[in-house]
């Protein structure tokens, strides 16, 4: 019983391909190349959610630019444009957006604090973070010129007063708190930062060194966001860490994962990765973890649910395309699988059909493990029959007790 679950595929035909996917809490947020902003609320049961109305001036009558990046938290969503526009919405208020802000060039990373109402991006050399004041009307609380293009961008949760990121530009780690001056957190001259991610006093990384030439392998990195001290370099990997979730995990722990195919579960007491599991084909794109179990998404598009305490798999999933978003609670599970080509073969605005294929488009999964609701309606009624009843028609399975409660 543990297993059972009920499937069901978020499907948006008329928004053409997949660009990007965020969650929070259940609620997704999708982008698509026709440029439209679709949300789903996976807690209720008919998935129904508005679509989000992107601003439009009065001579936009051509295609819309294509969504570069989306993210949504408890009360806000946002959607970066591939033409430098930024849009958030407020979840209570309805579809139309209620700040709206334009950058030169084209976004590279976008960000949303988990909690309020903070936002963040970068775009060429630049990173703007805006938020409303105290009556409400939304401003640049800070705006910070870097010497090299963002990679990744992160708000630090739970800070009181103005909001804090921390950015990683190629090789360097910028503290960029509002109304000061930015911070270098770290800095290697060669060894770029291949992901981040931030908790409230920390922030964990992962660099990519010289590894053939100085024998010194790639390392997670974890940082003291207060005093700016390393306190730990954790793994050795060949591979390139590609993504790490310390935000999301319990308390002292890590999980990453790996070009090399392994995901790696990290006690930050400690340097050496409590298990290491075979995961993946390509190589790790997604991963996060909680008290027992660990999910992880590959480059190949599958999803893996994994026992850390006996490091066996306990199930997966296929789709074509990358897992590039995957979030899960204690009965549900939310992966997104999104195509590298946006612009397939066979799509395009000049022939009949309007829609991608079906198999170039991406796909969004929410599973739902509520065992006890679900246990009693996806068992067959021979299989949930008792002793007492009558002989029934056994279906062609063949059961060797037909009639035991299962």
Known sequence: QNRIGAVSQLQYELGKVLCDVHSWDGVVIAGYTSGEVRLW??????????????????????????????????????????????????LLLGREPIHHYQHNQRVQALALASEGATVATASGFQVKVESPNDRGAWQTAG???????????????????????VAAAEDIVY???????????????????????????????????????????????????????????????????????????????????????????????????????????????????????????????????????????????????????????????????????KAPRGATILEDDFTAHRKHRGSIYAYEFWVDHLAAESVLPICRSSYQEATGYNYNIGLAVPYDSI
């Not at 790696?264 to 400690?270: E, K, T």
Request: charged share 20%; with cysteine; proline share 5%.
């Open 175 to 341: 503290l960029l708190k509002a109304e000061a001056p930015g911070r270098v957190l770290h800095s290697v001259y060669g060894q770029p930062v291949t992901c981040l991610d931030v908790s409230a006093q920390e922030a964990a990384f992962g660099v990519r060194t010289f590894g053939w030439l100085l024998n010194e392998p790639n390392q997670i990195l974890l940082y003291n966001l207060e005093t700016s001290q390393c306190l730990r370099k954790m793994g050795s990997s060949i591979g390139d860490f590609t993504c790490v979730n310390l935000h999301n995990s319990p308390p002292n722990m890590l999980v990453t994962g790996n070009k090399d195919r392994r995901v790696r579960v990290f006690d930050l007491r400690r340097s050496q990765s409590l298990c290491s599991l075979y995961a993946h084909q390509l190589g790790v794109t997604a991963v996060q973890m909680d008290d027992w179990k660990v999910v992880s998404g590959g480059e190949e598009g599958l999803v893996c649910v994994w026992d850390q305490r006996m490091g066996t798999k306990l199930w997966e999933m296929h789709a074509r395309h990358p897992v590039r978003h995957l979030w899960f609670n204690s009965h549900s599970l939310i992966t997104a699988n999104i195509p590298e080509d």
């Open 143 to 165: 705006s910070f010129e870097i010497q090299k293009l963002v990679n990744f961008l992160n708000v630090v949760p739970d800070v009181a007063g103005s909001p804090v990121t």
């Open 41 to 90: 609320d996976t807690r209720t049961w008919d998935y129904t959610a508005p679509i989000l109305d992107a601003v439009h001036g009065p001579g936009d009558a051509g295609p819309q630019p294509h969504v570069s990046f989306v993210r949504i938290n408890s009360s806000l969503a946002a959607a970066a444009y591939e033409d430098g526009t930024i849009s958030v919405w407020s």
